[in-house]
């Protein structure tokens, strides 16, 4: 490839990443935290080759799941006042659900025609729920990731503890989705954590600092 053909690849993933972004319905603190989660940047114009290649695979299979898009979306998710909309918004991404996922649920569990019309209690609960539903599929899929490395709970537990700062109980970490889903990203090869300044050992997790043998890894 040539020095010329370089900055032409990089303009045509950025421009990939952007139309799958608006083809997701992703609003920018969602996105971010894609961009985040999949290669630790705050930014499209921070990915480099590799970067970018992750956020387009990750954004091209959520395109995939969903069948096209997130139709549906309520015209108030950005509103100050409705935070539960963002939270909800964020499961749908995560579990490649469209928004009319959401839309049938306030149907069912309030018999509201738009999950624009719930009040703030009705999207906790639609909230709770999606939650409860993510804790599930994430311990079923970490579960079988871990049998999938020949590990079991108790390592990621470990992991948990020494790469995402999980302080708590190993039980305690089974309702926790964020950090479950950290450690599941983390097994997968998808997600480095930022702690440390030199590069982990993937296949035996510890940095410059020992702290691998404070939490029993080593």
């Known amino acids: 490839m040539t020095q010329a053909a370089k900055p032409d690849q990089r303009k045509r993933d950025i421009q990939r990443i952007h139309i799958l972004k608006s083809q997701l319905g992703l609003d920018d603190e969602t996105y971010r935290g894609v961009l985040w989660a999949q290669a630790t940047v705050h930014s499209s114009t921070e990915l480099d080759g590799h970067g970018r290649r992750l956020v387009i695979n990750h954004l091209e299979a959520l395109v995939a799941k969903t069948g096209r898009t997130f139709p549906k979306r309520p015209h108030n998710v950005s509103a100050k006042n409705r935070g539960e909309l963002k939270k909800i918004e964020a499961l749908l991404t995560d579990a490649g ?56 709970w108790p390592y990621a537990f470990a992991i948990a503890k020494l790469l995402f700062g999980f302080d708590t109980t190993r039980r305690e970490l089974e309702r926790y989705a964020e950090t479950l889903s950290n450690v599941l990203r983390w097994l997968r090869g998808d997600l480095a954590p930022v702690f440390c300044e030199r590069p982990i050992n993937r296949e035996r997790p510890q940095c410059c600092l020992g702290c691998a043998q404070r939490a029993g890894l080593a």
Not at 119 to 142: D, Q, V
């Open 97 to 152: 659900k469209p928004w009319a996922y959401a839309e049938a649920m306030a149907r069912h569990m309030y018999r509201k025609q738009r999950i624009a019309f719930c009040a703030p209690h009705e999207l906790a609960g639609i909230l709770a729920a999606l939650e409860k539903a993510a804790l599930k599929r994430l311990k079923s899929e970490l579960s079988d990731e871990l049998t999938r490395q020949g590990q079991d």
